[in-house]
């Protein structure tokens, strides 16, 4: 088995940033988030977010393209989402933002992602993790 230590922080946002990400649905999103990242050999170290976009800290094997990864996550989590609504009127935007970690900044961005509500509502944003999924490739600045 190689070994490897590759570390992302992915944002993404719903469509329109629209606030699809209800309290009764955000625990859906997540467990399909989970489900799929372990079946890609994904490791998820957290997840968070609030009503219009989702964070996730994870370590992607070297196999797996980060398009991919993401796509799969966003892939499944939407379909589950319309499922348990069941309307269809839930969706991911298009895109996507990552950023690579360094092992030594792992903790302190999950600690982050997992306080996502409580930084929102308290006004605590770092802004270069939550503008990530809205600069389509530019560097955020």
């Known amino acids: 088995m ?3 230590r590759l570390h992302y ?5 719903t469509f329109n940033r629209l606030p699809l990400l209800s309290d ?6 997540q467990r399909s988030i989970y489900s799929r990242a372990k079946r890609l050999g994904v490791i998820v170290h957290a ?3 609030v009503e219009d976009h989702i ?3 994870a370590s992607v094997p070297p196999k797996l393209a980060l398009a991919e990864c993401v796509g799969q996550l966003k892939g499944s989590s939407s379909h589950i989402a319309n499922e348990v609504s069941g309307e269809s009127r839930f969706g ?4 996507y933002g990552a950023v690579s970690l360094s092992e030594g900044s792992l903790p302190k961005v999950i600690e982050y992602v997992r ?3 409580e930084h929102h509502s308290g006004g605590s944003l770092l802004e270069a993790l939550e503008n990530v ?9």
């Open 47 to 49: 997840l968070g977010g």
């Open 55 to 57: 964070h996730v800290v």
């Open 133 to 141: 999924g809205d600069n389509h490739g530019k560097d955020p600045k």
């Open 9 to 13: 922080h992915f944002v993404w946002a």
């Open 24 to 29: 009764e649905l955000m625990p859906h999103v």
């Open 2 to 4: 190689p070994y490897w």
């Open 115 to 117: 306080n996502q509500r």
């Open 92 to 95: 991911w935007g298009e895109g």
